[in-house]
Structure formats: structure tokens, C-alpha cells
Nanobody, 122 residues
Framework: QVQLVESGGGLVQAGGSLRLSCAAS????????MAWFRQAPGKEREFVAA????????MYADSVKGRFTISRDNAKNTVYLQMNSLKPEDTAVYYC???????????????WGQGTQVTVSS
């Protein structure tokens, strides 16, 4: 059982930056693909970014390409999401997830954090 705890959310003005962190309890963290999803009010949860277990490849939603960067530190059992040039439409609860493959579908991820709120003001 992998427990995930997100942190780093908050309120930021449009154009600003935030870095989210997700700490995992599992010592085998390095074997899992990790991803970030987000859910805005009244909308379905959507894929944001993913990174393979080997730190060899990353994937991004078109809406965040060039602005967000996903990374991981397996020694610290932590995955990060650096968010730059934030827009009001990035406002959402952000969740990290762990799975066995680097995919965009939330169904492929078995473990989820509780979420952290990101609010971008215009």
C-alpha cells in the first residue's frame, strides 16, 4: 500500500509559479510511474503530467506543455510539479497518483493522494 501526501498548493497571481510536492511512504517508490491530475470545480478530473519509474520519459497535457515540469527524486520518495506562467484556468485541486505504467488515464493509477488546492487569481 502506497500512501501519497501532496503539499505546496496555495493562492498565486496569474503569471506566477508554484511547486507541488508529493511524498510517498513506500520504499519501492522508484518502481512506480507517477502522475499529476487535477479537478476544477464542476469538471471531471483530468490528466496533467506523468513521469516513468526510470525517470526516462515524461508526458504532459497539451494545456500545460511548456509551462509545467514533472520530476522525481527516488532517493527522497518524492515527485514534483513545477508550475510556471500560471493561468486562472489552472485553478483546481491537484492530485498525485502512482501506477505501474506511464499513462494518461486515471484508471491506470492505483494509489492517490488527498489533493492540494491551487488557486490562480486574475
Amino acid at each position: 500500500q502506497v500512501q501519497l501526501v501532496e503539499s505546496g498548493g496555495g493562492l498565486v497571481q496569474a503569471g506566477g509559479s508554484l511547486r507541488l510536492s508529493c511524498a510517498a511512504s513506500e520504499r519501492t517508490f522508484g518502481r512506480y510511474a507517477m502522475a499529476w491530475f487535477r479537478q476544477a470545480p464542476g469538471k471531471e478530473r483530468e490528466f496533467v503530467a506523468a513521469i516513468s519509474w526510470s525517470v526516462g520519459s515524461t508526458m504532459y497535457a497539451d494545456s500545460v506543455k511548456g509551462r509545467f515540469t514533472i520530476s522525481r527524486d527516488n532517493a527522497k520518495n518524492t515527485v514534483y510539479l513545477q508550475m510556471n506562467s500560471l493561468k486562472p484556468e489552472d485553478t483546481a485541486v491537484y492530485y498525485c497518483a502512482a501506477g505501474i505504467a506511464t499513462l494518461t488515464s486515471q484508471r491506470e493509477y492505483s494509489y492517490w493522494g488527498q489533493g492540494t488546492q491551487v488557486t490562480v487569481s486574475s
